[in-house]
């Protein structure tokens, strides 16, 4: 993470992590109880770290960026530090999830992660670390650093929204089609891949982060640059032309649609690591488009995820 470990990040001390993936243990626990919770809502982004479900947290940045803290109530000026990183944290409603780990309370995990002193800050992207502070900033730094992580994460395709600790209990999802995309699921009967496309693109001017509709949108696209094509001929250019990025790109649609997801998403990621300037941007959203139509869930997207940061990065 070339961008993340710069000199414009705040850290006056180097800490060695490398210890960090190993001390996750592989407990599946759900997230701990919360630091903070916004009486109002019922909710907040800060969580408490412990060794029980340290891992699970982290596997969640593979969807969204996790800042880690370690703290201690002895270090000098940390409440003050730690009521900021609440406020503009809980501010930011899932931009990132902030997980608060006191060293006090887990001194195995501390010592596990190789954290020498207190407070430090942490970015954690696709599984990917990154020191961004050590010793107390202030909110200025706080939200500079917090815009480079986004930024950073933007570009891994990380586009996924933390999910507060204890939500509202929300209404039961509607049964039945979604009465929006019910045009455009017309078109697509019809073969009009086109039109479909600009019926989704349509009702994503008002709603541009809905995940059904962007979906939608790329599953149309992708069935119109097939339409036609003969799927075995595809697969062959794109054995025969390894440095053609559209036959590669094809061919991953090809992939995709006969149910290997994992295979296409490890061909573009392999033209993402070829290729530099517009050619790996092409690729590099074709490959976050993918992500979309299988769902950010998916064992294969998170897998992809991963590889995509460590290339970027």
Known sequence: MDDMSSDSIHRHDAVDL??????????????????????????????????ENFNSLLQ????????????????????????LLRRVTDEAAGKWLL????IDAQPRLAQSLGVKAVPMLVAVIGGQL???????IDEQQFRQLTEQVIQAATSAGMVGRAEPVMVEVSSEEPVGPDPRTVEAEKLMDAGKFDEAVAAYDALLASEPNDPVLIAGRNGAALL??????????????AQQRPDD??????????????????????RI?????????????????????????????????????????????
């Not at 993936?21 to 919360?34: I, L, N």
């Not at 997980?99 to 006191?102: C, G, K, M």
């Not at 990154?130 to 107390?136: E, K, V």
């Not at 559209?246 to 998403?265: I, K, S, T, W």
């Open 18 to 51: 490398s210890g960090l993936a190993a001390a996750a243990s592989s407990a599946d626990s759900p997230v701990g109880p919360a630091a903070h919770v916004d009486s109002a809502t019922a909710r907040t982004w800060v969580v408490e770290g412990t060794e």
């Open 60 to 83: 969640k940045s593979v969807q969204h960026p996790v800042l880690v803290e370690f703290t201690t109530p002895q270090a000098h000026g940390v409440k003050e530090m730690e009521s």
């Open 99 to 102: 997980v608060r780990v006191d």
């Open 130 to 136: 990154a020191p961004l502070a050590q010793g107390t």
């Open 224 to 237: 119109g640059r097939l339409d036609g094509k003969d799927p075995a001929a595809l697969l062959t250019a």
């Open 245 to 266: 990025v559209d036959a590669q790109l094809a061919a991953a649609d090809v992939e995709l649609m006969g149910g290997r997801p994992a295979d296409a998403f490890n």
């Open 269 to 313: 990621i392999q033209v993402v690591r070829s290729t530099h300037d517009e050619e790996r941007e092409t690729a590099r959203t074709r490959l976050l488009d993918l992500f979309e139509m299988v769902g950010q869930s998916a064992p294969e997207v998170a897998a992809a995820r991963r590889s995509l940061a460590a290339v970027l990065f």
